[in-house]
C-alpha cells in the first residue's frame, strides 16, 4: 500500500513540474525578459542581456531560482540577437524558423511539438529508461575514455581545437543545454571542430585530470592546453569560444599595400601562400580552421572584397567577386598556381584542394621531417618515389642555375619525381656526401638524382658529372636520365648514407624559451581571471598558505626580536647604576681631602 502511494506521489510530482514548465515555457516573452522594448536595437539587447548575466549568474548569485532566471535570460537573449528568430517571433508568436501562412495555420500544433522536443524536463528528468535511449544517442558516438583523449585528442588537438562537454546523470542543467549543444556540434563539426562529451560519473579520472568539478562544464583544448567556457550557451557563444581558441595570427589581412610583400615570403618560410577573398569584414570561421589546421605547410592570408584597396589585386588575378575564391601561390606571385572558386564551398573540398598544394614546385629541404615527406622511402617496385636534388649556394636572389631548375620542374608530368633544392653551405655535410671531392663542382651548383632505400639514410644515387648552370645542354642530359630510369633502375650506381639534415628554422634555445615563458605566463593569467572560484580554490589555498606562512614567520620574528631587547635593557641600566655609584664615594672623598 504505501509502495503504491509513492508511486501515485512520484507520477503527481512528474506531471506538476511538467505542467508548470509548459506554462512557463509558453508564457516565456524574450522582451519582457530582457526588460527592452519591441524596437530595441541588437546594442541595446546586448547590453541588457551582459548586465542580467552577470546579475544571475548561478555562479555568483545563490538564489534558488538564479538558474532558472539564467536560463530565461539565456533563451530571450537567443531569440533576440537571431534576426530571422526575432522576426519570427515578432510575426507568429515564436522563435521557429518556418514562415507563411502554412505555419500560422498549425501555430497551436507547432507549438505544441516545438516545446515538446525542447523540453527541459523531459521524460529523462527522473532517468526514466524509455526515453533515455533516445537522449544519449545523441553524445554516444563523441564519448571520450582516458585512453583514448590522452592518446587521440590530446595529439590531434595541435591540428584542430577540441569542444567537449562534462555531463553527468540526474543533472538537471545538462538537459536545459541539450538543445542548443545538438545544433552547436552539428554546425562546428562541419567546420573542423573536434567534439567530445565525457560522463562523470563512469569517466571521474579523465573528469579530475581536465578540471571539471561540476556538470554541466563545457572546455575547448588546443594545442594540449585546456580553456573552460563560462558564458550563457547559446550558440553565438559557443562560436566565439571556439574562434577565441585559435591564435590571433593565423591569418594575416592582405591589401593592395602589402601583398607583394606577403607572396613574396615563399623563399624565407619555404611555403606555398594562401589567399581568400570574400566579401565578408571578418576571417570566416572555417578558413581560420584550415589555417591552423595547415599551419607548418601554409601561409595564408585574407581579402576583404569590399575593403576599399583590394582592386588592384582583383583585377590582376581575374577574382570574380560575387563568389569565395581561394588561390594559392608558389614561387611565382604573378600569377596563382592553382584556384579553387565557388559558393558555399565545404570543408571537404577545401582539405583537398589544400593538401594537392602543399609544397612548392622545387621546395627547400630544411629539415629531415620534410626529407621524410616529400623523399619518402621505396615501398615496393611499384612505389618508387624519385628526388632530383639541386645542390647550390644560399643566393638573396633567385639565381639562374635555380630558375632553371624551376622552370624543368614546372614541366614535370611524372608523379614519380619530385624535385627539390638544398642550400649547400647550410647543409655541408649533406651535400658533400653527394656532391664529388673535386675542385669542380666549388662554389657551383650540382644536380643529383636518388632514391632512398632505408629510414636510416642509405641511398641509391646519380650525380650529374657536370656543374649545372641551367643552360639547354644541361636540361637535355637530366631529362634523358630521367627517360632512362624509366626503363632501367640500376642507373642510380653509386650508394651512399646520408646524414640527417640540419633543422633550419628551429628556434635557437632563448626564443624557446621565451616562447616557454611567455606560454606560462599566460596560462597563469587565465587561469587567474577567467576560471570560477571553485576551479581556483586548490591555487588560492596554495598562495593563502604561502602568504600566512611568510607573515607568519616574520610576526614571531619581530616579537622575539622585541622580547630580547626589553630583556637587554634593564641589565644595561643597573650597569651604568652601579658604575654611577662606584664613582661617587671616590668624588666624595676627594672632595672631603679639599675640605
Request: charge should be neutral; hydrophobic fraction near 40%.
Amino acid at each position: 500500500m504505501e509502495v503504491k502511494k509513492l508511486s501515485i506521489s512520484w507520477q503527481f510530482l512528474v506531471v506538476l513540474v511538467v505542467t508548470l514548465q509548459i506554462l512557463s515555457a509558453l508564457d516565456l516573452d524574450p522582451y519582457r525578459v530582457l526588460g527592452v522594448s519591441r524596437t530595441a536595437s541588437q546594442a541595446d539587447i546586448k547590453k541588457a542581456y551582459k548586465k542580467l548575466a552577470r546579475e544571475w549568474h548561478p555562479d555568483k548569485n545563490k538564489d534558488p531560482g538564479a538558474e532558472d532566471k539564467f536560463i530565461q535570460i539565456s533563451k530571450a537573449y537567443e531569440i533576440l540577437s537571431n534576426e530571422e528568430k526575432r522576426s519570427n517571433y515578432d510575426h507568429y508568436g515564436d522563435a521557429g524558423e518556418n514562415q507563411g501562412y502554412q505555419k500560422q495555420q498549425q501555430q497551436r500544433e507547432y507549438r505544441f511539438r516545438h516545446f515538446h522536443e525542447n523540453f527541459y524536463f523531459d521524460e529523462s528528468f527522473f532517468h526514466f529508461p524509455f526515453n533515455s535511449e533516445r537522449r544519449d544517442s545523441i553524445d554516444e558516438k563523441y564519448l571520450l575514455h582516458f585512453s583514448h583523449y590522452v592518446n587521440e585528442v590530446v595529439p590531434d588537438s595541435f591540428k584542430k581545437p577540441y569542444l567537449i562537454k562534462i555531463t553527468s546523470d540526474w543533472c538537471f542543467s545538462c538537459i536545459h543545454i541539450e538543445p542548443v549543444w545538438k545544433e552547436v556540434v552539428q554546425e562546428l563539426e562541419g567546420l573542423g571542430v573536434g567534439i567530445g562529451v565525457v560522463h562523470a560519473g563512469y569517466e571521474r579520472r579523465l573528469a579530475h585530470h581536465l578540471g571539471a568539478h561540476s556538470t554541466p562544464s563545457i572546455l575547448g583544448i588546443i594545442n594540449g592546453k585546456i580553456s573552460f567556457f563560462h558564458n550563457a550557451v547559446v550558440r553565438e557563444n559557443l562560436r566565439q569560444f571556439v574562434d577565441g581558441l585559435l591564435p590571433g595570427n593565423l591569418v594575416e589581412k592582405v591589401t593592395n599595400k602589402n601583398y607583394v610583400r606577403f607572396l613574396s615570403g615563399w623563399q624565407q618560410e619555404n611555403k606555398p601562400h594562401v589567399l581568400l577573398f570574400d566579401q565578408v569584414p571578418v576571417v570566416p570561421l572555417l578558413y581560420k580552421l584550415t589555417a591552423f589546421a595547415y599551419k607548418d605547410y601554409l601561409s595564408f592570408g585574407y581579402v576583404h572584397i569590399g575593403l576599399r584597396g583590394a582592386e588592384e589585386m582583383t583585377r590582376q588575378y581575374n577574382v570574380n567577386v560575387y563568389a569565395p575564391a581561394i588561390l594559392i601561390f608558389k614561387e611565382h606571385i604573378n600569377k596563382p598556381a592553382d584556384v579553387i572558386q565557388a559558393r558555399g564551398m565545404k570543408k571537404q573540398v577545401i582539405d583537398d584542394f589544400i593538401t594537392q598544394n602543399k609544397y612548392l614546385l622545387a621546395a627547400r629541404l630544411t629539415s629531415q621531417k620534410l626529407f621524410h615527406e616529400l623523399c619518402p622511402v621505396k615501398r615496393s617496385h611499384r612505389q618508387r618515389k624519385y628526388c632530383v636534388l639541386l645542390l647550390t649556394p644560399e643566393a638573396t636572389k633567385l639565381s639562374k642555375p635555380f630558375e632553371a631548375f624551376l622552370s624543368f620542374a614546372l614541366a614535370n608530368t611524372q608523379d614519380t619525381v619530385r624535385f627539390v633544392h638544398v642550400y649547400s653551405n647550410r647543409q655541408q655535410e649533406f651535400a658533400s656526401t653527394l656532391i664529388p671531392d673535386s675542385d669542380t663542382f666549388q662554389g657551383k651548383s650540382a644536380v643529383s638524382i636518388l632514391e632512398r632505400r632505408t629510414t636510416g639514410g642509405r641511398v641509391v644515387y646519380k650525380t650529374l658529372e657536370a656543374p649545372w648552370t641551367g643552360s639547354e645542354s644541361d636540361k637535355f642530359t637530366l631529362l634523358g636520365y630521367l627517360d632512362q630510369l624509366r626503363r632501367d633502375p640500376a642507373l642510380l650506381s653509386s650508394e651512399a648514407v646520408l646524414p640527417d639534415l640540419t633543422d633550419e628554422l628551429a628556434p635557437i634555445f632563448l626564443l624557446r624559451w621565451f616562447y616557454s615563458a611567455s606560454d606560462y605566463i599566460s596560462d597563469c593569467w587565465d587561469s587567474i581571471f577567467h576560471n570560477n572560484w571553485r576551479e581556483m580554490m586548490p591555487l588560492l589555498s596554495l598562495v593563502f598558505s604561502a602568504l600566512f606562512i611568510l607573515f607568519g614567520t616574520v610576526i614571531v620574528q619581530a616579537f622575539s626580536d622585541s622580547n630580547d631587547e626589553r630583556e637587554s635593557n634593564p641589565p644595561d641600566k643597573e650597569e651604568a647604576r652601579e658604575k654611577a655609584g662606584k664613582t661617587e664615594p671616590s668624588f666624595t672623598k676627594e672632595n672631603s681631602r679639599f675640605l
